[in-house]
């Protein structure tokens, strides 16, 4: 298709929007861009938001490529129709909505209890902003179908979201999204009702707060050296998003009395004001919250993200120097404390699991093996996880999952990724092991030494637009085509791929099936336990590489000497990929 049948193409599906059922402002909005802006009006008609991870995520503004009450409207009702078929006999169907702190949220969530109400579905929609993770547990405790949260997680202020789950608290999966899609595909303007009967729409809120938060608490495996150090200091920050309030009252129901704030960022401002962005990932998030920890001699940092699924930690290493913890190392802490203290407990029977993605460290999966419990790997996304405690509820127990991403999971009753979990969790780590004399930073070297040094870091390749996405696509085809020989000078030995999905054994060429979903991410596993993984983002115009090395480390002495090798080995493959 030539340039001008693409525009051609625009122009008519943008023509549709100049109806009645459209807004006076909207019509006028895509009227001028029609007539005056063909390459806007190629950007926000080109395609239309579909369900990626879990739903809709991508710019907010007017078209059928970004997010606004129409493209809202649209996926609701496509959700709705979809509901009504899957759960026919069900007397009364029913959801629960929450929202994040970002601009239009809360309109964007009343748009959807509206719609749903409309259709003759109960909705359960939260009184204000609440992380995402509440919703999963929402989901479950009132008996609900389905769900929705209107966040872009730790995306810039222009991005907003809509996130979509199934009755068991998980986002949805095959073939419930492809459903979803189809529907959605189905559905024009005019078919959707903006407004539905009041009395089919519950405000919820204290109520679930204090059952979650209360739920969290029951998970504590150290009480006692929570009250050992119930004065920890802990410096909590929100980043201006739904963890201001759950993660303070989950830590002082456990016990924890020594909470600072970061006050400016406490507040729940979609602009985002105090941070260039809003994501834990990116250390410049916690900059505020770091200086706080230096003033007041803090024991751990943690901040989430605005929906607060995600969590960043930082710790005093060796030296008494603050550092951030990458995803794999807070998931290597965390799922080692628990296998560790379900071990002590005697909590451990033979019928309990950890789960990780494919493209998070091989740590987790050492630490299981030493304890002697199984572990599942499954596609990048924490839908895949909450799939997993699914398929084994009342079977088989998990304790635990992570992702590199800074997502991780304990228990059973939320099926997300939980950062107010998380932040429980972390804290209760830190107070174990002061109750040993040590560090969060001294647990994460001792489980070096005694499994392997895990060194990973991840890439980002940017690419927006139409002509960025076809740039991803063929980046993908050349690595299929022409996978690499050696890396890092270790031959490759494996290569998985994922979109057929099969393994095969580079020395001899035989290929065998993987028992995963089929997904778009190439692997490159080397002699020496080099792994190099490489797929398009669900969400965002980008393409990942996730990089991982290892080596043996000896002694907590010669941390530095192996880490500088494990940078260097790093640094020299960044390059070999041209990154």
């Known amino acids: 298709m030539n340039n001008d049948q693409m525009l051609n193409e625009v122009r008519a599906k943008a023509a549709t929007w100049l109806s009645d059922a459209f807004d006076e402002k909207t019509r006028t909005q895509v009227k001028d861009m029609i007539d005056n802006n063909p390459s806007e009006l190629t950007e926000c008609f080109y395609r239309s938001l579909e369900f990626g991870t879990g739903g809709l995520r991508g710019l907010m503004g007017i078209g059928a490529n970004r997010m606004n009450i129409y493209t809202v409207g649209m996926a609701t009702q496509g959700l709705c129709n979809y509901l009504k078929k899957n759960f026919a006999a069900v007397s009364r169907i029913k959801v629960a909505i929450a929202h994040d702190s970002r601009n239009n949220s809360r309109l964007f969530a009343e748009t959807t209890a509206g719609i749903f109400a409309a259709n003759g579905i109960k909705v359960y929609l939260f009184e204000a902003l609440r992380p995402t993770p509440e919703l999963s547990f929402t989901i479950r405790h009132f008996g609900c179908q389905s769900g929705v949260v209107i966040t872009a997680s730790h995306n810039p202020k222009e991005y907003n979201g809509y996130k979509a789950y199934w009755d068991d608290g998980g986002q949805v999966i095959p073939p419930h999204d492809k459903g979803i899609i189809d529907e959605v595909s189905r559905t024009t303007i005019e078919s959707v009702n903006f407004d539905g009967p009041k009395d089919l729409i519950t405000i919820i809120g204290k109520e679930i707060d204090d059952a979650y938060t209360d739920a969290i608490v029951e998970l504590t495996l150290s009480p006692d050296a929570i009250a050992r150090h119930k004065d920890l200091k802990i410096v909590y920050t929100p980043i201006h998003g739904t963890g201001v309030a759950l993660v303070p009252m989950a830590l002082t129901k456990k016990g924890f009395t020594n909470i600072y704030h970061i006050p400016e960022q406490d507040v729940s401002d979609g602009n985002f004001p105090t941070v260039k962005s809003p994501n834990p990932e990116e250390s410049a998030a916690l900059n505020l919250a770091m200086q706080k ?9 943690m901040g989430t993200d605005p929906d607060a699924d995600r969590v960043g930690i930082a710790v005093k290493n060796g030296q008494g120097e603050w550092v951030i913890l990458n995803g794999n190392q807070a998931a290597a802490v965390l799922i080692y404390y628990l296998i560790k203290r379900w071990g002590e407990l005697g909590k451990l029977k033979g019928k309990e699991y950890i789960v990780k993605t494919i493209v998070t460290t091989e740590l987790l999966a050492e630490i299981a093996n030493k304890s002697n419990v199984p572990y599942y790997d499954v596609l990048t996304g924490f839908k895949w996880i909450a799939d997993i405690i699914r398929r084994h509820e009342g079977g088989t127990t998990f304790i635990g999952g992570g992702e590199e991403s800074y997502g991780y999971l304990c228990g059973e009753f939320v099926r997300d990724k939980d950062a107010v979990m998380s932040c429980s969790f972390f804290a209760e780590i830190a107070a174990w092991a002061k109750d040993q004399g040590k560090t969060v930073f001294d647990i994460l070297l001792d489980i070096y030494v005694n499994y392997n040094f895990y060194k990973e870091t991840g890439v980002s390749v940017v690419r927006t637009g139409k002509s960025g996405a076809e740039e991803i696509i063929a980046m993908m085809d050349g690595y299929r085509n022409a996978p690499p020989k050696t890396i890092a000078g270790s031959p490759v ?23 995963i979903p089929k997904s778009d991410v190439l692997q490159f596993l080397t002699a020496d336990g080099t792994k190099v993984s490489v797929r398009p983002s669900g969400t965002e115009p980008k393409i990942k590489y996730y990089i991982s090395v290892k080596e043996p480390l000896p002694s907590v002495a010669e941390y ?4 500088r090798a494990l940078d260097d080995k790093i640094k020299g493959i960044v390059k070999e990929f041209g990154l």
């Open 560 to 563: 530095a000497r192996v880490n």
């Open 493 to 515: 030995v494996k290569l998985l791929d994922y979109e057929k999905p099969a393994v095969t054994d580079m020395t001899t060429g035989k290929t065998e099936t993987i028992n």
């Open 293 to 301: 920890a230096k003033e007041v001699d803090a024991d751990i940092v």
